[in-house]
């Protein structure tokens, strides 16, 4: 068989037979890893005769076909079709009214036919007729209304004096409320606040959730459930004892050392939500809740029924009795009648932290921030939680998401996370992608999705293969994206993408372009086209958030004084040795130092850790980037990484509390009353109101 057939059958499904990870460089891969890649999407190309065959099947599905399952197009623009020549269309919006579209390969939708989704209808001379979802989305999404500032945080480390153990909504709305109205900030960003799979240990990374669709109610703040106020006499006894148990295990992170520990968190709170499931709810709360239920479907009813379900017999939905993999089998369905109240339980937990996500994001409005709070987006779900069991139809089985081999990791990157198929989606009308988003947009002011690369491509590797043996498969970038601005404009949210690392030519541009902001940090924004000196404050791009760091990234207190160095010497993360790496990072800090200086960014010279943090804050704030963030951690000099890549349990990932220089930790109390944050708040507050 010619290699052409297979690579041709491969491009026909969006699957790369090479791939550069330099302009001058190309690497095929290898093509056991295609032929495993097409399995995967249900397409057989094993053999000469199976990719013939193959090939012949895709040619009878498309030849035919008078419309694409799917029509997106921006506001204002023509669609990219080919018609026959007399092919009339008709648009039934979402209205309910019908328009006719002329000439639709040089025309945008009729008037009539705005920003939304529809059902598009097409009539060709000899007969045929055809019909397929129209997505219309915005043109360009909107900004935040003015260049503005927030605090970056992973919620679990921001603990305040009710907190039980490790931050949580109550926190949130908290944390928003002071940064608006005292410190005239316009967002704070969160890490992804996902529900994890249940397990002890819990995995703590937030980007490896059991389903990206729901929160975490380890995030619950018990005391603000309206029903609590309502325990019986001996109930309430009960939960005063939790909540001296709960403050044990905060002043156990606060005041001894220990690590922030989600399993203790949450035993004692679902022990807590027990009691307090015994009160009944009143008439209003019950029909918040019943619409909650109806508004959530099936999407939330899986959920639930796979949570219950993990109760009885593990997390790992794989080795369940066969007639529990399938979510639509009797099996199931029998499951979840008998168990009927477990399941509810976790419907009405659900609806519990989503009202408390609600109140966090209205107190970020109400303080006066202009964007609020900024979620984050995984790039994927854990292959043994609630969302791989539900939307089995729409991942691809035995693949796994990470990234190729580059400069800084020269065996590439396994994630662990199944990726989206682009024909399923493409199949349900993108109809899963479309309910993710309306989920994490349902109270956010804005959402960071990373690797946002992945709504062009991802690197696919298949399973038991290293991630040096993957490939990349694209995605209808056109239809990504277009589902993306439709949901965050009906949001009225601010959509930030990280974009960091390999980043295939014009996908920056594109985003751009649709009004999604980039990411810009600024020990990678250098100008390589004159040698890799540091990037002047103008020349960086507008249309970005700006930060010093980043939760993957040392802390900007230990990136100045090389500590960080040190730790990834101790832990035997280095590649080359320690004085080489000390030289080439000392090196890389002098050269920011002399920029900030040269710029009279710097007055109180390089001696002084707080004054430096505060220059190169003083620097984002000189650039026309228009969102700033400001790494919680660095506003009160905090020396340790919140996540060390290349470890497991040789650091404390995702496990710390945030603190002072000398690593004592301090509560959302002492972090608000802290003059040296309140320095660092001065500062940009006064670099956006300079002319």
């Given amino acids: ?50 990719v013939r065959d193959a090939l012949a099947e895709h040619e009878r599905r498309t030849l035919g076909r008078l419309l694409p399952r799917n029509v997106v197009v921006r506001e204002g623009q023509a669609p990219r079709l080919r018609l026959p020549s007399g092919t009339t269309l008709r648009v ?182 027990v009691l307090v499931r015994k009160v009944p709810l009143s008439p209003g709360r019950r029909t918040a809740y019943v619409d909650f239920l109806a508004g959530q479907g099936q999407a939330l009813d899986d959920h639930a029924t796979w949570s219950t379900l993990a109760e009885i017999h593990g997390s790992e939905w794989r080795s369940w009795p066969a007639g529990l993999r399938d979510p639509r089998s009797a099996q199931v369905a029998r499951a979840r009648s008998e168990h009927l109240e477990q399941v509810d339980f976790h419907c009405w937990l659900a609806w519990l932290t989503d009202s408390q996500l609600g109140a966090a994001q209205r107190a970020a409005r109400d303080a006066g921030m202009a964007v609020g709070i900024v979620h984050d987006l995984a790039v994927g779900a854990h292959p043994s939680g609630s969302d791989a069991w539900a939307l089995q139809d729409a991942l691809a089985r035995g693949m796994s998401v990470g990234a190729p081999p580059d400069a800084f990791n020269a065996h590439g990157q396994d994630w662990g996370l199944p990726p989206w198929r682009p024909d399923a989606l493409d199949a349900t009308g993108y109809a899963p992608y479309r309910d993710l988003l309306r989920a994490v947009l349902r109270h956010a002011g804005g959402l960071r999705i990373d690797h946002v690369m992945g709504l062009f491509r991802l690197w696919w590797v298949p399973e038991g293969r290293p991630p040096t043996a993957g490939t990349y498969v694209r995605y209808d970038a056109d239809a990504m994206l277009g589902v993306l601005a439709l949901e965050a404009h009906r949001a009225g949210a601010v959509v930030i993408g990280e974009d960091l690392g390999t980043v295939e030519p014009g996908v920056r541009e594109e985003l751009a372009d649709r009004g999604i902001l980039g990411t810009s940090v600024l020990w990678f924004e250098r100008d390589y086209d004159r040698g890799g000196r540091p990037l002047a404050p103008e020349a960086w791009r507008a249309s970005a958030l700006a930060t010093v760091t980043t939760h993957d990234l040392p802390s900007t207190a230990a990136r100045l004084t090389g500590e960080h160095v040190g730790l990834r010497h101790r832990l035997g993360l280095l590649g080359r040795p320690l004085e080489e790496e000390q030289a080439d990072d000392a090196v890389e800090v002098a050269e920011w130092l002399a920029l900030l200086g040269r710029l009279g960014l710097l007055p109180e010279g390089t001696g002084d850790e707080e004054a430096v943090v505060k220059a190169l804050h003083r620097f984002l704030a000189r650039t026309p980037a228009l969102m700033l963030g400001v790494w919680l951690p660095d506003a009160v000099g905090d020396r340790r990484p919140q996540n060390l890549p290349g470890t497991w349990d040789q650091y404390p990932n995702w496990r710390l509390p945030i603190a002072d220089p000398d690593g004592h930790p301090l509560t959302l109390e002492q972090l608000a009353a802290s003059p040296r944050l309140h320095a660092l708040a001065e500062e940009l507050r006064a670099g956006l109101d300079a002319p």
């Fill in 1 to 50: 068989m010619a290699v052409s057939e297979r690579a041709r059958l491969a491009a026909l499904h969006g699957v790369d037979t090479s791939y550069r990870p330099a302009p001058d460089q190309e690497i095929r891969v290898p093509e056991e890893t295609v032929v495993a890649v097409l399995a995967a999407l249900g397409v057989d190309a094993s053999t000469p005769a199976a």
């Fill in 92 to 273: 039934e919006t979402e209205d309910g009214t019908g328009h006719d579209w002329s000439r639709p390969e040089k025309q945008p939708p009729p008037p009539g036919v705005g920003i939304g989704r529809h059902a598009l209808r097409a009539h060709a001379p000899d007969g045929r007729t055809a019909s397929a979802q129209l997505v219309v989305a915005p043109a360009r999404l909107a900004g935040p209304p003015a260049r503005t500032y927030g605090f970056m945080a992973q919620l679990y480390s921001v603990l305040s004096s009710r907190s039980w153990g490790m931050g949580d909504l109550g926190d949130l709305a908290d944390l928003a409320a002071w940064a608006g109205r005292a410190q005239g900030a316009g967002f704070v960003q969160v890490n992804p606040l996902h529900v994890a799979v249940p397990g002890r240990p819990t995995d703590p990374s937030p980007y490896r959730p059991s389903s990206r669709r729901f929160p975490d109610p380890v995030y619950l703040r018990v005391e603000e459930i309206p029903e609590y106020a309502y325990l019986c006499p001996a109930d309430r006894e009960r939960a005063a004892d939790l909540l001296q148990r709960a403050a044990v295990l905060r002043e156990s992170v606060l005041q001894k050392e220990a690590l922030i520990d989600r399993d203790a968190v949450w035993e004692l709170k679902r022990e807590a939500l």
